[in-house]
């Protein structure tokens, strides 16, 4: 009965390769988001979805694409992997989009070769 | 100044020890803030929200002073299991649910 959850939790894999993470919740929330954690522990955000629809799109690199097929998914498909987008990449989910708390998955480690 | 801004620490308390952490945030439209706590190599989880003038919840305590721009966590009777990073977060007014986390306090709890 996890709340939010994201596959695969560890993702090792050669620069240059595409691939996807999988983001699920089951709190029916209305907001979904994608952020990025680096070495340096900072959370930044990448990408927020309301209803299927993008609302925040930070400066990240186009080889960053997320698509929301419904409401309770949020995937996250990365293209041309490079050296620094190694990191933990989390998914997050709130009722609604605005001044509310938010649920995170448990991450999704990805290390590039 | 950074949107949100805290001391990274680390604090090396006691058990038993009252410890306070302090966040700064530029913003002066940001309408409410929270507390995550965040353990190594796991995901954050939503420690307190803190709205208007502040709330206690059993040992942790948070403020916040909109005069001044910060809020605070007070953690007393420190455990060993408060040992964890501790992120600031408030919310970019008016960005759709964009909330801004403070690099972290580290705090370790020893014995």
């Known amino acids: 009965d996890t709340a939010v959850s994201q596959t695969p939790k560890y993702l090792v894999t050669q620069m240059g390769n595409d691939k996807s993470i999988k983001c699920e919740q089951n709190?029916?929330?209305?907001?979904m988001y994608w952020y990025k954690q680096d070495s340096k522990k900072f959370l930044k955000i990448m990408f927020s979805y309301n209803n299927k629809e993008l609302i925040i799109n930070e400066t990240v690199p186009n080889r960053f694409s997320p698509k929301s097929p419904d409401k309770a998914h949020l995937n996250l498909h990365i293209n041309s992997l490079e050296l620094g987008d190694s990191a933990v990449y989390f998914c997050?989910?709130?009722?609604?989009?605005?001044?509310?708390?938010?649920?995170f998955g448990d991450g999704t480690r990805l290390s590039i070769l | 100044r950074k949107e949100v801004e805290q001391d990274p620490g680390p604090f090396n308390v006691p058990e038993g020890a009252t410890v306070a952490f302090n966040c700064t945030y530029s913003n002066s439209a940001s309408q409410s803030f929270f507390w995550y706590r965040q353990d190594c190599r796991k995901e954050p989880k939503l420690l307190m929200s803190?709205?208007?003038s502040g709330n206690e919840d059993g040992r942790f305590t948070a403020q916040l002073n909109r005069a001044s721009q910060y809020i605070s966590l007070l953690i007393r009777d420190s455990k060993l299991s408060d040992s964890a990073t501790y992120l600031c977060v408030g919310p970019y007014y008016n960005q759709g649910g964009k909330l801004i986390f403070g690099q972290g306090t580290e705090l370790s709890v020893k014995p």
């Open positions: 709190l029916g929330h209305d907001t």
């Open positions: 803190v709205y208007s």
């Open positions: 997050a989910s709130s009722r609604q989009y605005s001044n509310q708390p938010q649920h």
